[in-house]
């Protein structure tokens, strides 16, 4: 069964580095989406992308986030002079035809700012 | 932001019995409603996902939508052991895109 695939699994980076972290999607998906889970709250939208374009943001995703489809299998979400608060788990999305009525979750990236 | 509230629990509950969760939300413009399971420290698990009000059942997992109430509800009949585990709900309103909005996810305990 075709699964979302993300890595790394665990980063560990130091107060206003850069990270970059990677996402496979379903092969025939359509929709792309970043969310994020601090420890103990909401899963919380950061962004979705469609067509090779962010469709939609939240407050959250300003303008330390960026997204990127490099490739025709990739999806990236690159973090700039990343700050303690940005520590969570990052999943990544995706969705088919009908819209993202129905979104697969990747298993997550575990980003600790120190 | 408490657009979806979601009892956190902890829910214990024997095995064989009937699992009841429930959310409720604010925005009567979600339209789509989608149950989750998560793992600890794993990735959300689509479950179920319905469309405005009504039910559909999957083998042993009911989701119900009352759109009236603004409540939707995940019935687990004859609960095992392993669905252990944290359930989300979430719902989208398709005039805003596809964001999510989440609940809290309530944890469940299913006690062989």
């Known amino acids: 069964e075709p699964e979302v695939t993300q890595t790394p699994s665990h980063q560990v980076t130091q107060m206003g580095q850069e990270v970059i972290l990677r996402c496979v999607p379903i092969?025939?998906?359509?929709?792309f989406y970043w969310y994020r889970q601090i420890l103990g709250q909401k899963v919380e939208f950061l962004v979705s992308?469609?067509?090779?374009?962010?469709?939609?943001k939240s407050e959250i995703f300003d303008d330390q986030f960026s997204v990127e489809r490099p490739d025709g299998s990739n999806f990236t979400l690159k973090i700039r002079s990343t700050k303690l608060e940005d520590s969570a788990m990052y999943f990544c999305a995706s969705g088919g035809l009908a819209g993202g009525n129905e979104q697969y979750f990747g298993p997550g990236t575990r980003l600790t700012v120190t | 932001q408490k657009e979806v509230e979601q009892d956190p629990g902890p829910l214990s509950v024997p095995e064989g019995a009937i699992v009841s969760l429930n959310c409720t939300y604010s925005?009567?413009?979600?339209?789509?409603f989608m149950w989750y399971r998560q793992y600890s420290r794993k990735g959300p698990e689509l479950l179920m996902y319905?469309?405005?009000?009504g039910n559909k059942e999957d083998g042993r997992f009911t989701a119900q939508v009352d759109k009236s109430s603004k409540y939707i509800s995940l019935f687990i009949r004859d609960s095992q052991p392993s669905d252990s585990a944290t359930y989300l709900c979430a719902m989208s309103d398709y005039n805003t895109g596809n964001q999510f909005y989440f609940g809290t996810g309530t944890s469940l305990t299913v006690i062989p």
């Open positions: 092969s025939n998906h359509l929709y």
């Open positions: 992308f469609y067509n090779n374009e962010i469709s939609e």
């Open positions: 925005n009567s413009a979600f339209q789509y």
């Open positions: 319905t469309y405005s009000s």
